[in-house]
């Protein structure tokens, strides 16, 4: 696939095209926050490991709180 096929992709799927605009606002928020964005050598391997590891408790917590929703929501619907 060439370069411009992939670019035309996320910038016309609209699944691509939201992640390209949550990798620029986290880059944007990075950058006010921190002054830079990733930095490899900021920490060593296992660093990353459990800040990715953090993330992912996050991650796990909101999906629990939206099944949890979408279930209430399913159980007030009319039948």
Known sequence: MSE?????????NPVLKEVKTLL??????????YGNTVDPDEYTAEQWIDHALQEMVDMMVYLVTLKMKLKKEKENEPI
């Open 4 to 12: 411009s096929k992939a670019i035309y992709e996320i910038n016309h």
């Open 24 to 33: 620029e606002t986290q880059t944007t928020k990075g950058l006010e926050k």
